[in-house]
């Protein structure tokens, strides 16, 4: 066999091996890359030869010393000072390499100690200061920019969500460390992530795990001193930069003019919140005196929380409108209005669409299947649509609470 082909056949047992055990291969990687191994060999080194050098004086003359596992278990609970005294050394030199086994043994666990207390301290200081990656989570959620009731909308979020904690939540702005510790002063979000940075940068994102995470809500700043165009451009940015990371992540915007929303739309943003234009409308509506604004704010409370939406129960897919108002009437006394169609990630939605489109052997449905999914509208509400409506798969009940 050639020397090329035996490296080839090394190198590919090798990631063989990092493939089947990655963590530890990485953690192995990062300890030999660290300055802690040649401690770690030098220790190990000196119990092996002070273990050597006890079962040589004390072999002969001690009863407690007959094997080499005899020596190791003296000097490992030795090193840590238990001392059982179950095998005590009896020759003068044994009790000397018994003092320097002890005197060793103090130095590494204060050095130990040293490292565990020093990392810990280090990762408090960054993690308050934002500069911790969010490894640990997951299905969490991610909020960029802030708003100036921060705190006070946090808890909105955590009413709206009952499963939802601050642990699960990561928030990402350039506000000052100051501004979270007040925020985790408030008991029920002390446990609320934090990582400081430029939310459009890439690397940031990462930091908060984006990847892993179930939502992102990315709001309009208020915290940087920038006109409304500026703000929406960087809130539009934003909802870019994560969509190229992952077209699968449930994604919502806040934009405060709608002149934006069209690129928003055009990357599958799964909901778009329009801030001046929906008060605009809300306005309107008070100066014709309509009561409207009345109405959505007491439909919107979030301690009656009166408009809900709700999961269907499976065996009403392909069951009439009429028969699930009746459901929900009759289990939560509860006004069926409309349906929401197309529920959860529409880019996922719309693969799933193309995939069933494409089964037809019909070249003319075909066409007309392929024209539909490309009119799927994600989380669509659809009003009163009627006692015989189908429901679809991916709905949800939209319900007003009695």
């Known amino acids: 066999m050639r020397p090329r082909q035996k490296k080839q056949i090394k190198r590919q047992r090798q990631d063989g091996i990092r ?3 990655p963590t530890l291969s990485r953690i192995w990687r990062r300890f030999l890359g660290s300055g802690t191994w040649p401690v ?108 100036n009731d921060m705190a006070n909308f946090l808890m909105g979020i955590l009413r709206a969500n009952p499963k939802l904690t601050s642990e699960d939540i990561v928030l990402v702005s350039m506000v000052k460390p100051a501004a979270i510790e007040n925020l985790r002063s408030v008991p029920e979000l002390q446990n609320i992530g934090f990582v400081r940075g430029e939310y459009v940068d890439e690397a940031v994102l990462h930091r908060a795990n984006i990847r892993r ?28 930069t994560i969509k190229s990371i992952s077209k699968d992540i449930y994604t919502c ?30 306005l309107a509506n008070a100066s014709a005196e309509s009561g409207v604004s009345h109405i959505i704010s007491n439909l919107l409370d979030m301690e009656h929380n009166r408009l809900v939406t709700r999961e269907l129960p499976a065996r009403f897919v392909g069951e009439t409108f ?10 939560e006394s509860g006004i069926l209005i409309g349906v929401l169609e197309n529920i959860g990630n529409i880019y996922t939605r719309k693969k799933e669409a193309l995939r069933m489109a494409q089964r037809t052997p019909d070249l003319s449905r075909l066409v007309a299947n392929l024209q539909e999914v490309k009119k799927l509208r994600g989380n669509h509400p659809v009003f009163n649509p009627g006692p015989d409506y189908e429901i679809k798969p991916y709905s949800r009940a ?5």
């Not at 179930?214 to 870019?240: G, Y």
Request: charged share 20%; hydrophobic share 50%; glycine share 6%.
């Open 40 to 147: 770690v060999f030098v220790i190990i080194s000196i119990f092996l030869l002070t273990s050597v050098t006890i079962l040589v004086l004390e072999y002969d003359v001690n009863q407690g010393f007959r094997s080499f596992g005899d020596v190791v278990w003296w000097t490992i609970v030795t090193a840590s000072t238990v001392g059982y005294g179950d095998k005590v050394p009896a020759t003068a030199g044994g009790r000397v390499i018994a003092i320097i086994v002890i005197v060793i043994g103090v130095l590494t666990a204060s050095i130990v100690t040293g490292r565990i207390a020093s990392w810990l301290v280090e990762w408090k200081i960054k993690e308050g200061r934002g500069l911790a990656t969010q490894k640990k989570l997951r299905n969490h959620l991610v909020i960029t920019g802030w708003k």
């Open 213 to 240: 995470a179930a939502k992102i809500l990315v709001l309009a700043d208020s915290s940087i001193d920038a006109s409304p165009q500026e703000i929406d451009s960087r809130t539009v940015m934003t909802a870019l």
């Open 322 to 331: 009429a028969s699930l108002s009746q459901h929900f009437m009759e289990a």
């Open 19 to 21: 493939n089947q055990f």
């Open 253 to 282: 915007v806040e934009l405060i003019d709608s002149k934006f929303e069209r690129y928003l739309r055009s990357v599958h943003c799964d909901e778009v919140f329009l801030s001046r234009h929906h008060n605009r409308i809300l």
């Open 398 to 402: 939209i319900l007003i609470q009695t």
